[in-house]
Nanobody, 121 residues
Framework: QVPLVESGGGLVQPGGSLRLSCAAS????TGWFRQAPGKEREGVSF????????YYAESVKGRFTIFRPNTEKTVYLQMNSLKPEDTAVYYC??????????????????WGRGTQVTVSS
């Protein structure tokens, strides 16, 4: 079992920013998913812990940045220009079997408990 712990969620006004963090692992990929009420869980952003390559859903490109400092196992998701439609529970995920980046939540075995992000005025 890999303990993944998210933090950094909260309430922010539209146009604001939040930074999420995930105390992660050294497996090939770490990703952020989100799930809004009544919707399926969707992939948001991913980073390859092997070469630092990053991947984003179209809906967050240009607004979100995923990164992992070289000296840390923590993966961060910097979220700028937040919109009400970004409101969701955000989850960090990883899987020791993956050797590629996947946006499919069923490919991930280990999950954090999630952190709520609410964008509202």
């Amino acid at each position: 079992q890999v303990p993944l712990v998210e933090s950094g969620g909260g309430l922010v006004q539209p146009g604001g920013s939040l930074r999420l963090s995930c105390a992660a692992s050294d497996y090939y990929v770490t990703g952020w998913f989100r799930q809004a009420p009544g919707k399926e869980r969707e992939g948001v952003s991913f980073i390859s812990n092997s070469d630092g390559s990053t991947y984003y859903a179209e809906s967050v490109k240009g607004r979100f940045t995923i990164f992992r400092p070289n000296t840390e196992k923590t993966v961060y998701l910097q979220m700028n220009s937040l919109k009400p439609e970004d409101t969701a529970v955000y989850y960090c995920a990883t899987d020791p079997r993956l050797r590629y980046v996947s946006f499919n939540p069923t490919d991930y075995e280990y999950w954090g408990r999630g952190t709520q992000v609410t964008v509202s005025s």
